[in-house]
């Protein structure tokens, strides 16, 4: 498959001119000969194949749109985190006057560098961006750099493990109880900590959902293969059927 991929272009060029030379022999023979007639058959049933390998690259088109999509909540959701816990530090934590608020401000710390000081997790959900399934076809005019590039960036995507970002909690028992005390004296604090809390909670379930899309579609990146196989034997039969039509015109003109 890796080859298919590096050498979509060259493969259906190559088919293509196969073709050609098949009908350029075929031309020997009249019309309405038995060869021509296979030749019409050859295109009705490669036609066909090619057809149904479009019906079924369709359906993995729209499950690579959800992938799109779950890009796409995952960068808000990352946004979101990060424009919460910018306002909680901004306000609570320069300084923090409380003791329980300091442990607020110490967790949005941690849970802070756990995502966005980290590099892995908005690489993660850049990458799936940049290599979304689909696009390999794009390769069909790029380089052999351009597929390797590809490569290295899959394989980037397809190693991030969300399971490490899942072992934060953020609410830990220091910071609930924190919380259950500020909702006493502070209950904004306790809110906007709350807020936050269940932001990181959804960008870490965002993730995650990102990282399922993306292996299943992984799994069946086969399908893009099998729509190049379809487009080169499409191209081959293409010229046969070219051919027979110029025949015809020319038995009845």
Not at 58 to 77: F, V
Not at 203 to 220: P, R, S, T
């Amino acid at each position: 498959m890796a080859f298919i991929a590096d050498n979509q272009l060259p493969l259906l060029l190559l088919f293509f001119l196969a073709g050609l030379i098949g009908t350029a022999f075929l031309f020997r023979k009249p019309a309405g000969h038995r060869a021509w007639r296979l030749a019409d058959l050859v295109w009705v049933v490669l036609g066909g194949f090619g057809a149904l390998a479009a019906v079924i690259s369709g359906i993995y088109a729209a499950d690579s749109s959800r992938l799109e999509r779950q890009i796409d909540i995952a960068y808000a959701a990352t946004a979101a985190f990060d424009r919460d816990a910018a306002r909680f530090r901004l306000r609570f934590c320069d300084p923090a006057y409380d003791a329980d608020i300091a442990v607020l401000c110490d967790k949005v710390e941690f849970l802070s560098a756990s995502t966005a000081g980290n590099a892995e997790l908005p690489l993660f959900i850049a990458v799936t961006d940049e290599v979304a399934p689909l696009r390999g076809l794009s390769l069909l005019f790029g380089g052999r750099a351009a597929a390797q590039q590809m490569q290295d960036m899959t394989a980037t995507a397809s190693a991030f493990d969300p399971q490490a970002f899942l072992v934060f909690t953020a609410l830990d028992a220091p910071a609930q109880a924190a919380v259950d005390t500020l909702r006493r004296k502070v209950p904004a604090i306790a809110g906007d900590f709350l807020i936050l809390a269940r932001a990181y909670d959804d960008l870490i379930a965002h993730v995650a959902k990102l990282k399922d899309e993306w292996d299943y579609l992984q799994a069946n990146a086969h399908i893009l293969a099998l729509q190049v196989i379809a487009l080169c034997l499409v191209s081959f039969a293409a010229p046969f059927r070219l051919g027979k039509s110029i025949v015809e015109l020319r038995r009845h003109g």
